[in-house]
């Protein structure tokens, strides 16, 4: 499933224009993002909880030249689905 077919689907359960749908789908996904950059919690009951987790410094290897690389801390998104998810 792509954006285009969340669009399509609040279009056919609303009947609202797809240029609303669109506009109202972009709109929930920018909320998200805003709010995963802050580091919030987002939490949709029935489907699951996103969260952003730090990421240690750790070594690596390159796997043509087998150097060893430094990997730079960060953050990393992450996702637990909710329990009727689960049950799928």
């Known amino acids: 499933m792509i954006k285009l077919d969340i669009v399509n689907e609040v279009v056919n359960r609303t009947g609202i224009t797809k240029t609303k749908a669109e506009m109202a789908v972009e709109t929930v996904f920018d ?12 939490e949709l009951r ?3 909880v996103f969260n ?27 996702f637990k689905p ?7």
């Open 31 to 42: 909320s998200l993002k805003k709010a995963l950059a802050e580091g919030d919690r987002i």
């Open 46 to 48: 029935g489907f699951g």
């Open 52 to 78: 952003v987790k730090a990421r240690k410094t750790g070594v690596g290897r390159n796997p043509r030249t087998g150097e060893e690389v430094t990997i730079q801390p960060g953050r990393a998104v992450r």
């Open 82 to 88: 909710g329990k009727e998810l689960q049950a799928l």
